[in-house]
């Protein structure tokens, strides 16, 4: 068993280091009419609290994850944190998946989850919690169910991008989901304006301009048969 965990964790944190650590991530999406986004960070801190790994010297184990040794690790896992690991590579739909949502977190649910808001999908579920200083977010439980498990339904809103950036960098210079029908929005936002890197926000525009460009040949396409 002690073999296949540290297997399991080493296969995990592989994952979380080339998918998200050291990157920030913003997503937007539409409240009533109103874009807003929110920022999550990702640090090497984060990644024992999504597993539920238990140990007793916690900058050890993460010395031994970043030099890909922890076989002499006394690791402590429950039921939960097996399924945790097991299931770790879902949780990159979250970065990407083009069917995510962002909900406030009803404690009435779950009064053990103490996060403020959650990301995910019906597969998978981030809870997040908020550095009030600096206004972003950061991840502290990662849960395989459904957002709708334990979101406010009234406080769900569908995501409609999603931005990265290396968490070094000023202004957002990547993104890995985009809804079409809300890029001129995004586009004409002056706030989004301020926070994408100039070629970023250029590489955009052409994008609105092809997608523009190709309606109105399906149009005249249509028009002439």
């Known amino acids: ?18 998918e998200c ?8 999406f539409k409240n009533k009419n109103k874009i807003e986004g929110i920022s999550i960070e990702f640090s090497m801190n984060n990644f024992i609290h999504l597993t539920g790994i238990k140990n007793y010297n916690k ?14 690790e006394k690791i402590f896992v429950d039921k939960f944190t097996f399924l945790k690991l097991y299931n770790f590579e879902k949780m990159i739909e979250i970065l990407k998946n083009n069917n995510l949502y962002i909900s406030e977190h009803d404690s009435k649910k779950s009064i053990k989850l ?19 200083i600096v206004g972003k977010y950061f991840p502290k439980s990662f849960l395989i169910e459904s957002i709708t498990t334990r979101s406010k339904e009234e406080n769900i809103y569908k995501v409609e991008a999603i931005f990265c950036k ?3 960098e000023e202004k957002f210079t990547n993104f890995t989901y985009i809804n079409n029908n809300m890029l001129k929005t995004l586009i004409n936002n002056e706030d989004f304006k301020e926070v994408v890197d100039e070629k970023l926000y250029k590489k ?19 028009f002439e048969r």
Not at 1 to 18: C, D, H, R
Not at 59 to 72: A, G
Not at 117 to 125: D, R
Not at 204 to 222: P, Q, Y
């Open 1 to 18: 068993m002690n073999k296949e965990i540290t297997s399991l964790i080493l296969k995990a944190y592989n994952i979380y280091k080339k």
């Open 21 to 28: 650590l050291q990157k920030e991530f913003l997503y937007i």
């Open 59 to 72: 900058k050890n184990m993460l010395y031994k994850l970043k030099n890909n040794e922890i076989s002499s």
């Open 114 to 132: 103490i996060v403020d808001k959650l990301v995910g999908n019906e597969n998978v579920t981030l809870g997040i919690g908020q550095n009030k």
């Open 166 to 168: 290396n968490v070094k």
């Open 204 to 222: 955009l525009v052409i994008k609105i301009e092809k997608i523009t460009t190709e309606k109105s040949k399906e149009i005249d396409d249509d």
